[in-house]
């Protein structure tokens, strides 16, 4: 295995990341960034905890025109939150329904746009507001002299294009994960259980170097699946069966999401002719995948192969999506997503298709774009599919 990149980012990292913002600042006139959410408050920050997965406080995390980042944040994250780069930590004794946090992120929002300004939040496609509307509606009142506006395209331009330092994160999860599949396929054996051998696969990816496995689904059925979202269950493993496991794995803030296929026993000829279908469509995807190329060129890229050899693509709406600090980001690879390559973005390829009525199966590979080209960061899958006996 590759030596995996040392934990954390160093403060020049976080700096570019600011400085970046701050230029599409000045272009679209915006006094303020404010953030909600998890990933760009880390994204900013450096701040990394499970801690968000309780939902009873606010976090907030203002960008300013010049200077560094703001953190508005409960009590309960200072100590974490000053081992970051920031300096400038407000704090409130949170869980305070009454006024979490709102009139010291109203206060902060006042100093930085001196009473007045735009201020930039994400409201577009994938992204959320992380506090009670409630809360948002005070907040906006508070600030009535100033104008929230819609900072999505800011947001989606910084985070879909990773730095050197993001894409080597990326890259050792997809190590940590490619390393698992080899290992887990020498322990699935007929009979198995479902569950027991996800059990051993996400044990696998721990033990391998992953922090989390925060996502890991799969289907096992005679042929092919007609579920790739759902947790594994009970059922025992039989001839014919087609496994598939799909895991998004995290280690340092960064996913890994690709899947691997397995025939259980034996494979029928249209099994067989769907894997190499989807690895052929991978190839097209690869191929497509370079700076000028659109997102919608790699869908008809790899949709092409597909439809070639007799198939339909299903009802997933999609064939891929970005990847990085979230196990599904910003671009999707579908047929109306202009979105231009650029060197240093992160894709999922994800071509898929329907074998017969209730029998698909799905492909994935994890990417980056480089000037020459698609370069794979997850090992690619084995050209002919694998039969486990």
């Not at 020049?12 to 303020?32: G, I, K, N, P, V």
């Not at 973005?345 to 017969?356: C, D, F, K, N, R």
Request: glycine letters at 10%.
């Amino acid at each position: 295995m590759n030596q995996a990149p040392a934990r954390g980012f160093p403060q020049a990292e976080f700096e570019a990341r600011t400085t970046r913002a701050q230029a599409l600042m000045a272009e679209q006139d915006l006094d303020a960034l404010m953030f909600s959410t998890e990933p760009e408050i880390r994204y900013f920050s450096g701040f990394l905890t499970p801690f968000w997965q309780s939902p009873t406080r606010p976090w907030f995390l203002v960008v300013p025109a010049r200077g560094k980042p703001i953190a508005v944040i409960p009590e309960i994250g200072v100590p974490l939150m000053a081992r970051t780069w920031l300096t400038d930590i407000r704090s409130w004794p949170a869980p305070l329904p009454q006024d979490d946090g709102v009139s010291l992120l109203a206060d902060t929002l006042a100093e930085v746009c001196a009473g007045q300004g735009r201020i930039g939040m994400p409201m577009g496609p994938e992204t959320i507001l992380r506090m009670p509307l409630n809360d948002y509606q005070t907040l906006r009142a508070r600030l009535g002299s100033s104008n929230f506006v819609d900072a999505t395209g800011l947001l989606r331009a910084l985070r879909m294009v990773k730095s050197e330092a993001e894409i080597a994160r990326i890259a050792a999860i997809c190590t940590i994960v490619s390393e698992g599949f080899d290992a887990i396929a020498r322990n699935i054996h007929i009979g198995d259980r479902l569950n027991d051998v996800f059990a051993r696969f996400r044990i696998a990816l721990l033990q391998g170097g992953a922090d989390e496995v925060p996502y890991l689904i799969g289907a096992a059925a005679p042929g092919g699946y007609d579920d790739v979202i759902a947790p594994p269950g009970e059922a025992p493993l039989a001839q014919g069966d087609l496994l598939m496991m799909d895991t998004g794995a995290m280690r340092d803030g960064y996913f890994a999401d690709f899947d691997r296929n397995f025939a259980i026993g034996a494979a029928d000829t249209a099994t067989h002719n769907a894997y190499a279908t989807l690895f052929a469509a991978t190839d097209a995807g690869l191929q497509a995948a370079r700076p000028g190329a659109t997102c919608a060129d790699l869908f008809h890229a790899m949709q092409g192969v597909i439809a070639d050899n007799g198939y339909v693509t299903g009802n997933i709406g999609r064939l891929g999506h970005g990847l990085g600090m979230q196990l599904t980001e910003w671009p999707s690879i579908m047929a109306g997503d202009q979105t231009v390559l650029e060197p240093g973005m992160v894709l999922a390829l994800e071509p898929g298709l329907s074998i017969a009525p209730g029998r698909g199966m799905v492909h994935e590979e994890n990417i980056v774009i480089r000037p020459g080209g698609a370069e794979l960061i997850s090992r690619r899958a084995p050209a002919e599919l694998p039969v486990l006996r």
